[in-house]
T-cell receptor
């Protein structure tokens, strides 16, 4: 079963606006990661936040984690057409047994 | 530096046929994974390997077998393909950027259609 559930399933905004997508998960985690998938391509790692961290930044990306609510959010600021993609959250228990992915948010940036 | 390479990229099979998907990584990663991606389902883990000669089952292992004879290669086999195995298959490999931080590098995917 899926660990993470992204919300919304789809999001369409104008170029230059900020995009926020959310992820909820069910069990305790060691870290939570966000990945991007462009159409027809593999997933690319964006950012990792550990369970003892509350916020992390990387360029135009800001990730928050609330372990009490078992939720995370990904904010993309000043969106660009190239940000059009599907975004997935993935949780890890800290072992080598892989990540558990959500179903993804499909983001469309309108020029 | 190619990263993770999957072959073939596309394949059409008839029900009951067998095939093998090959994944190769040149990053000396210890861990390798096979996921399948279906519309509306996200990615689900089929099998994984934590080192040469080891394999383990993931969330949806039925109907698949894997082998990791060499550290750089991870093979996914379908012995008797079924239409339910129509999917896009992704291979990934990983390192631990720091303890507990398992970051995956994905291949471009292999689209399999079973008629």
């Amino acid at each position: 079963s899926q660990q993470g559930e992204e919300d919304p399933q789809a999001l369409s905004i104008q170029e230059g606006e900020n995009a926020t997508m959310n992820c909820s998960y069910k069990t305790s985690i060691n870290n939570l990661q966000w990945y991007r998938q462009n159409s027809g391509r593999g997933l690319v790692h964006l950012i990792l936040i550990r369970s003892n961290e509350r916020e992390k930044h990387s360029g135009r990306l800001r990730v928050t984690l609330d372990t009490s609510k078992k939720s995370s959010s990904l904010l993309i600021t000043a969106s660009r057409a190239a940000d059009t993609a599907s975004y997935f959250c993935a949780t890890s228990g800290g072992g080598a047994d892989g990540l558990t992915f959500g179903k993804g948010t499909h983001l469309i940036i309108q020029p | 530096n190619a990263g993770v390479t999957q072959t073939p990229k596309f394949r059409v099979l008839k029900t009951g046929q067998s095939m093998t998907l090959l994944c190769a990584q040149d990053m000396n990663h210890e861990y390798m994974y096979w996921y399948r991606q279906d519309p509306g389902m996200g990615l689900r883990l089929i099998h994984y390997s934590v080192g040469e000669g080891t394999t383990a089952k993931g969330e949806v292992p039925d109907g698949y077998n894997v082998s990791r004879l060499k550290k750089q290669n991870f093979l996914l086999g379908l012995e008797s393909a079924a239409p339910s195995q129509t999917s896009v298959y992704f291979c990934a490999s990983s390192y631990f950027s720091r303890p507990g931080a398992n970051v995956l590098t994905f291949g471009a995917g292999s689209r399999l259609t079973v008629l």
